[in-house]
């Protein structure tokens, strides 16, 4: 057992569209990420993701969506061993939501914190453990990385114009480089790749 001595890093994980979205102008239709979100590429691009991490980090409506569907899988008939290894995970790593109208936490091993997420962040890099997994929350990734506490950016892009909708980056944002460290692509032209920053 290697001892842990590297500080924490923070990680997050994105699917966009060709040009650039994170969400269609309808943010309800996710029609546009199912025949991409279930390719081996995709899969096990999330499996590498949360393999080393020990603390998920997510906005509320994010929580309440993944949270509200991840643990069904578990058990599911004909679940991919992937996707059943990422809900138990989900299930059973230390969570923290980030949400100024929740009082408690509807989930076992969940933390609530009303805070700007830069503080939260700095608090939890102060832990002992793994990485910091921001799983699919545009509002908590768009905090970061303004802030520049983005450790390992990961994406996957799809090969879909949306025509419109959010963009996860903003204008504005603090100027800096970024490693390769990995490049995959797969089923139906679905590409994952993994930048660290440069510090």
């Not at 949400?99 to 933390?111: N, Q």
Request: charged share 20%; glycine share 8%; no cysteine.
């Amino acid at each position: 057992m290697t001892e842990q001595t590297a500080a924490r890093r923070v990680v997050t994980n994105m699917a966009l569209s060709l040009d650039g979205h994170y969400a269609a102008p309808d943010p309800l239709d996710m029609g546009w990420v199912m025949p991409y979100a279930v390719t081996d590429v995709a899969r096990d691009h999330l499996t590498s993701l949360w393999e080393p991490a020990t603390t998920a980090l997510l906005g509320r409506v994010n929580a309440e969506g993944f949270l509200g569907f991840w643990p069904t899988v578990i058990g599911m008939e004909g679940a991919d061993p992937r996707d059943e290894g990422f809900a138990k995970w989900l299930v059973d790593t230390d969570k923290v939501v980030l949400s100024s109208t929740l009082d408690e936490a509807p989930w076992e091993r969940t933390t609530i914190v009303s805070k700007p997420t830069a503080e939260v962040v700095a608090d939890l890099k102060a832990t002992e453990g793994g990485d910091i997994l921001v799983l699919a929350s545009a509002s908590v990734i768009k905090a970061l990385l303004a802030t520049d506490q983005v450790d390992r950016l990961a994406l996957t892009i799809f090969p879909v114009f949306l025509g419109g909708g959010p963009r996860l980056f903003d204008d504005g944002l603090p100027t800096g480089r970024w490693t390769l460290v990995s490049q995959t692509a797969g089923e139906h032209g679905t590409v994952a790749v993994v930048y660290d920053r440069v510090r």
